[in-house]
């Protein structure tokens, strides 16, 4: 019996060390992987990636102001794919980043740019407070509908994204529409007292960053260190274990749900109070997308989240020096960064496949193999307690 123990927590031991060695390894052969293809293309195409990667990297790093335009890029991706994180490891798959994220900039614009005569501090933090939950509401139809009839997260957090985005479009038209003559539908500017300060004068990076290094840490507190972060993973891992042991799946799913929402309202609340300070139509089309590759690359670990932003900021900021130091088109300055987020996907696939596999398995086991498919009674015929299907997800 003790010399199966010394086995059993021997091979427990070399998995956890297995998987701490994919999680450093994966990232890097992902990122290899990347600035491979981007070569391939770029030579292809009769260009020179050592001078291409060279502007990418002084584009990004090379001045105090640009890598402070660089952390500045990767501020909304770290929230987003922090929030996406959260989601994942409950087994909630949150696609809905851009539309939340848009929800909280029309919230801080609105709270921002009314209320003239509060105090400059209150006036700020209830913004940046009303981008917050608004992100964290708009995630939330998603989630009851998953809960309460069983449909696909990924669908009606996907539609939601669109209704949000023309919700913006018609409220920069209309009601919070800038007083005067816009060469585009631009919303009224908010108020100066309800601005983050800038941090480093020529670059756009203000004290909200400070807000997402805040967010970083309590996410990992949250996941490591606490009953409610135990919880979030064990629902992960297996709902109906995680039932069983007396977890309240629903409302641990519907709590991640919102914490992921309300972390991409946040990071829209910090894009228009830090340096936009209005809201224009399709202000961040693409960064609640790319916060999923960043939440992937990092294993969805809140430390690797840190750094896989900051890869992808560092490429959005360093590409027009990029293009202006190699004379690399813009379009293949774009492949380059497409191609780091497939390859990205590309090294995930395990994760995403094995994920994929086992909702099929827990939905033919439950009558079907559709994963929106709602269970018609319990295991003694009674109706169920929740609409969410046994799903198991792997995350450490």
Same mark, same amino acid.
Do not use: C
């Given at each position: 019996?003790?010399?199966?123990?010394?086995?059993?927590?021997?091979?427990?031991?070399?998995?956890?060390?297995?998987? &701490? &060695?994919?999680?450093?390894?994966?990232?890097?052969?992902?990122?290899?992987? %990347?600035?491979? /293809?981007? #070569?391939?293309?770029?030579?292809?195409?009769?260009?020179?990636?050592?001078? @291409?990667?060279?502007?990418?990297?002084?584009?990004?790093?090379?001045?105090?102001?640009?890598?402070?335009?660089?952390?500045?890029?990767?501020?909304?991706?770290?929230?987003?794919?922090?929030?996406?994180?959260?989601?994942?490891?409950?087994? @909630?798959?949150? !696609?809905?980043?851009?539309?939340?994220?848009? =929800?909280?900039? /029309?919230?801080?614009?609105?709270?921002?740019?009314?209320?003239?005569?509060?105090?400059?501090? =209150?006036?700020?933090?209830?913004?940046?407070?009303?981008?917050?939950?608004?992100?964290?509401?708009?995630?939330?139809?998603?989630?009851?509908?998953?809960?309460?009839?069983? !449909?696909?997260?990924?669908?009606?957090?996907?539609?939601?994204?669109?209704?949000?985005?023309?919700?913006?479009?018609?409220?920069?038209? +209309?009601?919070?529409?800038?007083?005067?003559?816009?060469? %585009?539908?631009?919303?009224?500017?908010?108020?100066?007292?309800?601005?983050?300060?800038?941090?480093?004068?020529?670059?756009?990076?203000?004290?909200?960053?400070?807000?997402? /290094?805040? @967010?970083?840490?309590?996410?990992?507190?949250?996941?490591?260190?606490?009953?409610? +972060?135990?919880?979030?993973?064990?629902?992960?891992?297996?709902?109906?274990?995680?039932?069983?042991?007396?977890?309240?799946?629903?409302?641990?799913?519907?709590?991640?749900?919102?914490?992921?929402?309300?972390?991409?309202?946040?990071?829209?609340?910090?894009?228009?109070?830090?340096?936009?300070?209005?809201?224009?139509?399709?202000?961040?089309?693409?960064? +609640?997308?790319?916060?999923?590759?960043?939440?992937?690359? +990092?294993?969805?670990?809140?430390?690797?989240?840190?750094?896989?932003?900051?890869?992808?900021? #560092?490429?959005?900021?360093?590409?027009?020096?990029?293009?202006?130091?190699?004379?690399?088109?813009?379009?293949? #300055?774009? !492949?380059?960064?497409?191609?780091?987020?497939?390859?990205?996907?590309?090294?995930?696939?395990?994760?995403?496949?094995?994920?994929?596999?086992?909702?099929?398995?827990?939905?033919?086991?439950?009558?079907?193999?559709? =994963?929106?498919?709602?269970?018609?009674?319990?295991?003694?015929?009674?109706?169920?307690?929740?609409?969410?299907?046994?799903?198991?997800?792997?995350?450490?």
């Amino acid at each position: 019996m003790a010399m199966m123990r010394v086995v059993t927590g021997a091979r427990f031991g070399l998995g956890r060390l297995r998987r &701490w &060695w994919l999680s450093l390894v994966l990232p890097v052969v992902a990122i290899g992987l %990347a600035l491979l /293809l981007g #070569a391939v293309v770029m030579l292809s195409s009769g260009f020179s990636p050592l001078d @291409a990667y060279s502007g990418l990297f002084q584009g990004a790093f090379g001045t105090l102001p640009q890598f402070a335009e660089t952390l500045n890029e990767a501020t909304p991706l770290l929230l987003i794919g922090l929030g996406i994180t959260v989601a994942f490891r409950a087994g @909630a798959f949150n !696609i809905g980043g851009v539309g939340q994220e848009y =929800l909280g900039a /029309l919230a801080a614009v609105v709270v921002g740019g009314k209320f003239a005569g509060l105090p400059g501090g =209150l006036h700020l933090a209830l913004a940046t407070l009303a981008g917050f939950v608004a992100g964290g509401l708009w995630a939330a139809p998603a989630a009851l509908l998953k809960v309460r009839f069983g !449909i696909n997260e990924v669908i009606t957090s996907i539609l939601l994204n669109y209704i949000a985005i023309y919700f913006i479009d018609y409220m920069i038209s +209309g009601p919070i529409h800038a007083p005067g003559f816009t060469a %585009a539908p631009t919303s009224f500017p908010v108020q100066p007292n309800a601005t983050f300060p800038i941090l480093v004068r020529g670059s756009d990076l203000n004290a909200g960053f400070f807000l997402a /290094l805040l @967010a970083l840490v309590v996410i990992f507190v949250l996941l490591r260190s606490t009953t409610w +972060g135990y919880r979030i993973r064990l629902v992960g891992l297996n709902r109906e274990a995680a039932r069983h042991a007396g977890v309240h799946v629903d409302r641990v799913y519907l709590l991640s749900f919102f914490i992921s929402g309300a972390l991409a309202g946040l990071a829209g609340a910090i894009e228009i109070l830090g340096y936009r300070y209005q809201l224009i139509t399709g202000f961040a089309p693409n960064t +609640g997308y790319d916060a999923i590759a960043v939440a992937l690359l +990092g294993g969805l670990n809140p430390g690797g989240v840190g750094l896989a932003a900051l890869f992808f900021g #560092a490429l959005a900021n360093g590409a027009s020096a990029m293009e202006a130091i190699a004379q690399l088109p813009s379009q293949l #300055a774009d !492949i380059v960064r497409t191609l780091a987020i497939l390859a990205v996907l590309a090294v995930s696939s395990p994760v995403i496949l094995d994920l994929v596999r086992r909702r099929q398995h827990a939905g033919e086991e439950t009558g079907g193999g559709d =994963l929106s498919s709602v269970r018609a009674a319990g295991p003694d015929g009674q109706p169920p307690t929740s609409r969410l299907e046994p799903e198991t997800f792997v995350a450490e």
